[in-house]
């Protein structure tokens, strides 16, 4: 065998071995290069923007451990129109007093009609009737643009250390329509007694309300109006 013939074998065992080097080498650049692309595609190292917060419901309850803290709930969860946490600033079945058990009461402004004093007979917290969420859910289903705004005067309450009363007055403005006249005033006395909590925890709850008109001399709507109107 010549060394010419043996030359030239080995250059074509070298082609043959470079081919099959440079084709497995593509094999491999092609499947990195997929892989590239479907990183690049399933975006996986891009920056995403932040989605901005839920304004489905923007009150917070704080437990009610002060009759101010409680008042501050009751008017949050009113101009939020948030029925759920509003019933919450009431005593309910659930509510232990450790006493014999307390039922949450409304006693409307004097001289209503006898239908629209009737209303007011079987009102409620946690009822059949539920008249306390019933009212603020209608409300809040009313077509409206301008946010309902609850005044409260003064709150210092008088307390002992498991009961409380406030007098004080109040101003509602009201989203435009939803009864004669868009704004409500007048004055409330509530009682409040202290609870032991589904939870275990101390709070304080509305165990009754009654309402007044203004003294201010000038005719006005009353809370008591604005109840018998969402509720008829």
């Not at 065998?1 to 082609?15: D, F, L």
């Not at 006493?99 to 007979?121: C, E, W, Y």
């Not at 409330?188 to 165990?207: A, N, S, Y």
């Amino acid at each position: 065998m010549s060394n010419e013939w043996m030359s030239n074998e080995y250059q074509v065992m070298c082609r043959r071995a470079l081919l099959v080097r440079n084709h497995g080498c593509a094999r491999y650049s092609f499947a990195t290069m997929v892989a590239l692309v479907t990183l690049i595609g399933c975006d996986l190292f891009s920056t995403r923007a932040p989605e901005p917060p839920s304004n489905a419901n923007t009150f917070i309850w704080t437990p009610a451990t002060t009759v101010e803290i409680l008042m501050s709930n009751f008017t949050g969860a009113l101009q939020a129109f948030d029925a759920s946490n509003y019933i919450r600033a009431f005593i309910t079945s659930t509510d232990s007093t450790g006493s014999a058990p307390k039922t949450f009461t409304f006693t409307p402004v004097a001289g209503l009609d006898p239908s629209s004093r009737s209303i007011f007979t079987n009102w409620s917290v946690d009822g059949p009737s539920e008249s306390e969420r019933a009212w603020l859910a209608k409300l809040s289903t009313l077509p409206h643009t301008e946010p309902l705004s609850v005044t409260l005067g003064a709150i210092a309450p008088v307390q002992t250390p498991n009961t409380a009363s406030l007098t004080t007055s109040y101003t509602i403005a009201l989203p435009s329509g939803v009864i004669a006249s868009d704004t409500v005033r007048g004055s409330f006395e509530m009682q409040f007694v202290l609870v032991t909590t589904e939870q275990g925890t101390k709070e304080w709850r509305i165990v009754s309300w009654s309402d007044f008109p203004s003294s201010s001399g000038t005719p006005s709507a009353t809370w008591t109006d604005l109840k018998v109107k969402l509720s008829s």
